[in-house]
C-alpha cells in the first residue's frame, strides 16, 4: 500500500465498530468530521458477542475468537477508511508551499497569492490590523497632551492626621470630625508684612519672632 498523504494534524475517533477522523487546520486549529463508516468486522464480532452473552460456553469462546480476528484484519479495514476520510476531506484544506503547513481554505488561506495566510496576510486584514493600532497610538497620545491634573496643587502638604482631634482626614481639607481647617494657611509678617513659610517661626526678612 502507497504511504497515505496528508496526516499531520488529526484526531482518530474510531471504535471497533466504525471509522472516524477529525482534520485539523494547523494554523487555527478549527476541525471538520469526516461521515463514520461502519466496520463489517467489528458489527459481525458485536453480534457474535451479543449470542456469546445469551448462550455463554461455545458462543463465548467464538465471541473472543471474532474479537481476535478484529485486531488482526483490523489494520486494512481502517486504512481503507482513512483514505476515504483523506479523500472527502482534503479539498477543504491547502498546503502551503512556503512553509509546508496544511491550513483551512475559509480562514488561514490567502487565496490571491496561493499561501498560508502566516507567510502571506491578506491585505484588507492587515489594513485593519494597522488602523486599529493607529487608532489606539493616536488615543494615547492625544491623552498625554491633555491636562487633567490643572486644578491639582501638587505642592500643597496633605494633612493625614487632624492636629485638633487626631482623626484620620484622608488627606481632606477640613477635618471630617472636628471642621479644623487642615490647608495650610499662608502667613504675612506683621512688621514688614512679609509672606513667610507656614511653620516658621521669625520672619526671613526681619527677624520677628512669629506667633
Not at 471497533?16 to 466496520?39: K, L, P, V, Y
Request: hydrophobic fraction near 35%; aromatic fraction near 10%; charge should be positive.
Amino acid at each position: 500500500m502507497p504511504p497515505i498523504p496528508f496526516t499531520r494534524n488529526y484526531s482518530d475517533h474510531s471504535t471497533d465498530i466504525g471509522f472516524q477522523f477529525e482534520f485539523f487546520c494547523d494554523r487555527c486549529g478549527n476541525g471538520f468530521m469526516s461521515q463514520f463508516r461502519a466496520n463489517k468486522l467489528g458489527a459481525a464480532g458485536e453480534i457474535v458477542r451479543g449470542l456469546g452473552n445469551v448462550f455463554g460456553g461455545v458462543f463465548g469462546r467464538v465471541a473472543s475468537g471474532s474479537d481476535e480476528m478484529d485486531r488482526l484484519t483490523r489494520g486494512k479495514a481502517r486504512d481503507d477508511a482513512f483514505n476515504a476520510a483523506i479523500t472527502d476531506l482534503k479539498p477543504l484544506f491547502n498546503q502551503c508551499q512556503r512553509c509546508g503547513t496544511w491550513v483551512c481554505k475559509e480562514v488561514c488561506w490567502n487565496q490571491e497569492v496561493g499561501m498560508c495566510v502566516n507567510c502571506a496576510p491578506k491585505k484588507e486584514g492587515e489594513i485593519e490590523v494597522a488602523k486599529s493600532a493607529a487608532f489606539v497610538q493616536q488615543v494615547r497620545e492625544k491623552a498625554m497632551a491633555t491636562d487633567f491634573v490643572s486644578d491639582v496643587n501638587i505642592q500643597q502638604k496633605r494633612v493625614v492626621t487632624c492636629p485638633s482631634c487626631g482623626t484620620n482626614t484622608g488627606g481632606a481639607k477640613f477635618c471630617p470630625n472636628c471642621g479644623y481647617n487642615l490647608v495650610p494657611q499662608e502667613q504675612f509678617c506683621t512688621e514688614c508684612g512679609s509672606k513667610v513659610p507656614a511653620g516658621a517661626k521669625f520672619c526671613p526678612s526681619c527677624g520677628k519672632k512669629m506667633g
